[in-house]
């Protein structure tokens, strides 16, 4: 890393990184640094009052992008506060808004939400799993992420949860609901799967080769991912967020040092958010890629796949000339960015004319088209309801995207969001291919009149010596992401909630195979790809 170019400190320059001070701040037309201006309200309310202010906020277009417990007070659990933090946002402008909530130590509980919004009750599952705070009235109470055989009563993120007890047979078989009627059978696939993939248990009821109902089964790896993140300075887990989830080590990492950030009051420079926004676009652009080349895969065209792993090989040593990793780990560090060279304009042009003639090969062959078309849609109130994110709620006629919603640098005009409305395979193939043309052209402008280096604003000038808390927002190649954190007075993380896209997305796939034939599983899994890994924390 060159010193020459390392800034300490939250003082802004008047000239960009680098070792070309003549190219200083020459930005493209559409991309004039603006401040990006974000609004965060904190409400403390009592839990008499949730339901009515939750409603509020969202008949006023409000999306709950995370449910966060704490365990206020370490020391003892006599007299410890468990507090619940709901994050709603909205954007444009970036407007956040969090419901703080005090509940009994002795006895957690509050209104359940989960008829007005499908997520906060899943949230609220998981609240109860983790912390012990019980959602009132839930329709479906169950265990959510504790499988059977985790014992009762232990609460793993408490503060006084102590030790695991001994872990033991499973109570009872998972309640599936039994199958019935005539002809109806089950196919029982997983936990355990083929190659590198992560176990997740499906249970399909069928009747000849049509889908009645799937039950998708997660959470075999819970890892306590968030408990790992606890008392130590937030520098020291800047890596442990890049591995929350494998292959979205730049949306992770981004999102937690944008809320590191928002808690320390840390300003990031200019130069640096664009640094930012260029490495998470090259990581949506590897992950889209791939996606394609396994969606024409599972149709039989092992050509095009092929291709497309030549391509996602270019792309990865792209990667690695940008930042020094091919997962392009290291690229973003807290009040800042390292890149060591810049994408070539003209390598990406390349790379697109590559991508686009393999999409139009994809397109032009009858099979591909007829397996896709049709197959395991989605529609709009389906994808609505659940609150699905990113490109699976893109494809089925959503626009929303955290790039416009909640900007962490100015895009100008360069960012179009494409949407297509059919909610079907072909369209999340196509909002691929259409987010990897976007991804083309905001690089591209991006890399303007800047120069690569290693730039920082972290650590913070002066110490609040106070508990702060912060938010980051980023919209990942899967989806959002949002991560909240809390530092005490010595800058230490004391809790850090993390939520991946797929948390949101993975109710959408049983909704979408109904009707659907069992052959087109593989297929209809792939266009989703969701990850275990960033699901089952």
Same mark, same amino acid.
């Given at each position: 890393?060159?010193?020459?170019?390392? =800034?300490?400190?939250? %003082?802004?320059?008047?000239?960009?990184? /680098?070792?070309? &001070?003549? !190219? #200083?701040?020459?930005? +493209? @037309?559409?991309?004039?640094?603006?401040?990006?201006?974000?609004?965060?309200?904190?409400?403390?309310?009592?839990?008499?009052?949730?339901?009515?202010?939750?409603?509020?906020?969202?008949?006023?277009?409000?999306?709950?992008?995370?449910?966060?417990?704490?365990?206020?007070?370490?020391?003892?659990?006599?007299?410890?506060?468990?507090?619940?933090?709901?994050?709603?946002?909205?954007?444009?402008?970036?407007?956040?808004?969090?419901?703080?909530?005090?509940?009994?130590?002795?006895?957690?509980?509050?209104?359940?939400?989960?008829?007005?919004?499908?997520?906060?009750?899943?949230?609220?599952?998981?609240?109860?799993?983790?912390?012990?705070?019980?959602?009132?009235?839930?329709?479906?109470? =169950?265990?959510?992420? %504790?499988?059977?055989?985790?014992?009762? /009563?232990?609460? &793993?993120? !408490? #503060?006084?949860?102590? +030790? @695991?007890?001994?872990?033991?047979?499973?109570?009872?078989?998972?309640?599936?609901?039994?199958?019935?009627?005539?002809?109806?059978?089950?196919?029982?696939?997983?936990?355990?799967?083929?190659?590198?993939?992560?176990?997740?248990?499906?249970?399909?009821?069928?009747?000849?080769?049509?889908?009645?109902?799937?039950?998708?089964?997660?959470?075999?790896?819970?890892?306590?991912?968030?408990?790992?993140?606890?008392?130590?300075?937030?520098?020291?887990?800047?890596?442990?967020?890049?591995?929350?989830?494998?292959?979205?080590?730049?949306?992770?990492?981004?999102?937690?040092?944008?809320?590191?950030?928002?808690?320390?009051?840390?300003?990031?420079?200019?130069?640096?958010?664009?640094?930012?926004?260029?490495?998470?676009?090259?990581?949506?652009?590897?992950?889209?890629?791939?996606?394609?080349? #396994?969606?024409?895969?599972?149709?039989?065209?092992?050509?095009?796949?092929?291709?497309?792993?030549?391509?996602?090989?270019?792309?990865?040593?792209?990667?690695?000339?940008?930042?020094?990793?091919?997962?392009?780990?290291?690229?973003?560090?807290?009040?800042?960015?390292?890149?060591?060279?810049?994408?070539?304009?003209?390598?990406?042009?390349?790379?697109?004319?590559?991508?686009?003639?393999?999409?139009?090969?994809?397109?032009?062959?009858?099979?591909?088209?007829?397996?896709?078309?049709?197959?395991?849609?989605?529609?709009?109130?389906?994808?609505?309801?659940?609150?699905?994110?990113?490109?699976?709620?893109?494809?089925?006629?959503?626009?929303?995207?955290?790039?416009?919603?909640?900007?962490?640098?100015?895009?100008?005009?360069?960012?179009?969001?494409?949407?297509?409305?059919?909610?079907?395979?072909?369209?999340?193939?196509?909002?691929?291919?259409?987010?990897?043309?976007?991804?083309?052209?905001?690089?591209?402008?991006?890399?303007?009149?800047?120069?690569?280096?290693?730039?920082?604003?972290?650590?913070?000038?002066?110490?609040?010596?106070?508990?702060?808390?912060?938010?980051?927002?980023?919209?990942?190649?899967?989806?959002?992401?949002?991560?909240?954190?809390?530092?005490?007075?010595?800058?230490?993380?004391?809790?850090?909630?993390?939520?991946?896209?797929?948390?949101?997305?993975?109710?959408?796939?049983?909704?979408?195979?109904?009707?659907?034939?069992?052959?087109?599983?593989?297929?209809?899994?792939?266009?989703?790809?969701?990850?275990?890994?960033?699901?089952?924390?």
């Amino acid at each position: 890393m060159p010193s020459d170019n390392k =800034r300490s400190g939250n %003082r802004p320059s008047s000239s960009a990184a /680098g070792t070309h &001070p003549e !190219r #200083a701040n020459i930005l +493209p @037309p559409s991309l004039n640094d603006r401040p990006v201006v974000r609004r965060t309200q904190t409400e403390l309310i009592e839990p008499t009052q949730l339901h009515q202010r939750a409603a509020e906020l969202l008949k006023q277009g409000y999306r709950l992008a995370l449910v966060a417990a704490h365990h206020d007070t370490p020391e003892a659990a006599n007299g410890a506060a468990i507090r619940v933090v709901y994050l709603f946002v909205v954007g444009p402008p970036d407007t956040r808004v969090e419901l703080h909530l005090h509940l009994d130590p002795n006895a957690p509980a509050l209104p359940t939400l989960a008829a007005l919004s499908f997520p906060a009750g899943r949230f609220e599952r998981e609240m109860r799993d983790l912390y012990g705070v019980v959602p009132l009235g839930h329709p479906l109470p =169950r265990r959510l992420l %504790r499988h059977p055989h985790w014992p009762r /009563g232990w609460y &793993p993120m !408490r #503060a006084d949860a102590g +030790p @695991p007890p001994a872990f033991g047979d499973p109570e009872t078989p998972y309640p599936f609901r039994p199958v019935e009627g005539p002809g109806t059978y089950e196919i029982p696939v997983g936990p355990v799967h083929a190659g590198l993939i992560e176990p997740g248990h499906f249970r399909f009821t069928v009747v000849g080769e049509t889908i009645l109902k799937l039950k998708a089964r997660l959470w075999f790896t819970h890892k306590g991912t968030e408990k790992l993140f606890e008392g130590h300075a937030p520098a020291r887990r800047v890596a442990l967020a890049e591995r929350i989830s494998g292959d979205t080590a730049v949306g992770h990492a981004l999102a937690y040092c944008l809320a590191v950030e928002d808690a320390a009051g840390v300003e990031v420079l200019p130069e640096a958010a664009r640094m930012r926004a260029i490495l998470l676009e090259l990581e949506r652009l590897h992950n889209h890629i791939t996606d394609i080349g #396994a969606l024409c895969n599972d149709v039989g065209h092992a050509i095009l796949h092929a291709h497309a792993l030549r391509i996602r090989e270019t792309l990865l040593r792209l990667n690695l000339d940008t930042t020094g990793h091919r997962l392009l780990r290291g690229g973003i560090i807290l009040g800042g960015a390292n890149i060591r060279r810049l994408p070539d304009p003209t390598r990406l042009e390349a790379i697109g004319d590559d991508i686009r003639e393999l999409v139009a090969l994809a397109l032009s062959h009858t099979i591909i088209r007829d397996r896709f078309t049709g197959t395991a849609v989605l529609t709009r109130k389906q994808a609505f309801d659940l609150g699905t994110l990113g490109y699976v709620a893109r494809a089925s006629g959503l626009s929303d995207d955290a790039r416009v919603s909640h900007p962490f640098s100015d895009l100008g005009d360069t960012l179009t969001v494409p949407t297509r409305t059919s909610g079907d395979v072909l369209a999340r193939f196509l909002i691929r291919a259409d987010e990897i043309d976007v991804s083309l052209g905001l690089i591209t402008e991006l890399i303007g009149g800047l120069n690569p280096g290693y730039i920082t604003s972290w650590p913070p000038i002066t110490s609040t010596r106070h508990a702060t808390a912060g938010t980051g927002i980023v919209e990942g190649w899967r989806g959002t992401i949002a991560h909240r954190v809390e530092l005490d007075g010595e800058g230490r993380l004391t809790r850090v909630k993390i939520v991946d896209p797929s948390f949101f997305n993975w109710p959408a796939i049983p909704v979408a195979l109904k009707d659907t034939i069992v052959p087109d599983f593989p297929l209809t899994n792939k266009s989703f790809n969701l990850s275990y890994a960033g699901n089952d924390l």
